[in-house]
């Protein structure tokens, strides 16, 4: 099948078709579709055959798994934040230790199980995505473009969660450090309401944090490989 014939089943020009024949662009995963019932190979044949493993080692990564990553990355990174918002907690009720301590240092221990229980049950959502972080990932141009866009959106958003985590972190600083020297009665409380706050900021600086990083992983890709760090780690797995 020439080219132009192949363009006109795909709705598409006979530039772009040039372009999957030459492995400047990768198709869109609809026409992906439609070229495996016209070839009548699977899915996976095609995306392992033409863009799946390139020869310099990249992975095809197709708008459905981009776009799973991201929730599944949503999932964990929430699950960790709300984790570790109840192991800083557990510290609070040790403000309030009296005579008999037995209830506050049990409040302590049930809020830090909480928090580790919390960020245990990450482990239950199945990760199919572990070898990214390590992987050359290529993207379809088109969804590329649409990420950026998305990602531009939700960086205003990331830029205001920041700066209210800031205010939070500073409020809760002063009430934690100044509750005792100005308040002759109710102390306690304000510290026990400055760990609150502190709790809540960090968990929002470690949830914006790594959302960002997902973000900036799939759109790039080609700086991240290049981190110190990720070139370490790609040298050891290559040694074994």
Not at 51 to 73: C, F, M, Q, T, W
Not at 170 to 177: D, K
């Given at each position: 099948?020439?080219?132009?014939a ?19 662009r990768?198709p ?16 996976d ?28 990355h949503h ?21 309030f ?7 506050q ?19 239950f959502?199945?990760?199919?995505y ?10 379809d ?20 969660a ?5 205010i939070?972190?500073?409020v ?5 450090i ?12 304000f ?10 900021s960090?968990?929002i600086f ?16 080609k700086?991240?490989?290049n ?14």
């Amino acid at each position: 099948m020439s080219q132009e014939a192949l363009s006109e089943v795909l709705g598409t020009t006979r530039q772009a078709v040039s372009k999957w024949e030459n492995n400047q662009r990768c198709p869109d995963v609809e026409k992906i579709l439609v070229l495996a019932n016209i070839f009548h190979v699977s899915v996976d044949y095609l995306l392992k055959d033409d863009a799946d493993e390139e020869e310099d080692g990249s992975y095809y990564i197709s708008r459905e798994k981009a776009e799973g990553y991201l929730l599944y990355h949503h999932k964990v990174v929430k699950v960790r934040a709300v984790g570790i918002f109840f192991i800083i907690c557990s510290v609070i009720p040790c403000f309030f230790l009296q005579e008999d301590s037995m209830p506050q240092l049990f409040s302590s221990v049930v809020l830090l199980i909480v928090g580790i229980g919390i960020i245990a049950t990450q482990n239950f959502y199945e990760n199919e995505y572990k070898g990214w972080k390590n992987t050359a990932l290529l993207l379809d141009g088109n969804y590329l473009e649409q990420l950026k866009h998305t990602y531009t959106i939700l960086r205003k958003k990331y830029f205001t969660a920041n700066i209210i985590a800031t205010i939070l972190l500073f409020v809760g600083c002063l009430c934690s450090i100044y509750a005792d020297e100005y308040l002759k009665t109710g102390g306690n409380t304000f510290s026990a309401i400055g760990i609150l706050l502190i709790a809540l900021s960090l968990s929002i600086f470690g949830y914006v944090s790594a959302e960002k990083r997902a973000y900036e992983m799939l759109l790039h890709n080609k700086e991240h490989m290049n981190r110190w760090t990720i070139r370490i780690w790609n040298k050891i797995n290559s040694k074994f």
